[in-house]
């Protein structure tokens, strides 16, 4: 069977392509310090992608301070079991409500095919948010001893 690929920007792809995206820490996009870029491209057809900015150790500093602070002082740590794992969950639904959208963006930016795009990339990822959610559930307080 053959494989379908992507080579062109699709509808509904268009808000995620073809732009310069920034760090985003604490929900605030941020200008990077200096001009250093990585373009993105399609592999297939060269055609450029987008592009984001090379991180510096600052901003990882600052993005891991911040996810410090909101576990620490945030509603996550506050919630029970049972609507963490929901959580955890939904996360994996809204990526297989998504899917095709996600999988030609994969696509054009990885190069894959959209079957593996949608059953490596996208299905994969949304079944390990549902295993999360479920492991959650079966070994909340519990310590799991190893084998002998």
């Known amino acids: ?30 200008d990077s310090i200096g001009d250093v870029r990585i373009p993105l491209s399609n592999p297939a057809t060269e055609e450029p992608l987008g592009s984001i900015p090379k991180g510096a150790r600052e ?3 600052r ?3 911040s996810a410090r602070r909101s576990f620490e002082d945030g509603p996550w740590r506050r919630m029970g079991v ?12 809204i990526l297989m409500e998504s899917c095709e959208e996600i999988a030609k963006v994969e696509t054009l930016d990885q190069g894959r095919s959209i079957r ?3 059953g ?14 479920g492991a959650l559930m079966d070994f909340h307080g519990r310590a799991a001893s190893p084998e002998p």
């Open 1 to 30: 069977m053959k494989q379908r690929t992507y080579t062109r920007t699709y509808k509904g792809s268009e808000l995620l392509l073809n732009r310069d995206w920034e760090h985003l820490i604490v929900g605030e996009w941020e």
């Open 82 to 93: 049972r609507y963490k794992a929901c959580v955890l969950r939904r996360v994996g639904e």
């Open 116 to 118: 593996q795009s949608k």
């Open 63 to 65: 993005a891991v301070a």
């Open 120 to 133: 490596m990339m996208v299905s994969l990822a949304a079944s390990a948010w549902e295993f999360f959610a």
């Open 59 to 61: 901003y990882a500093d």
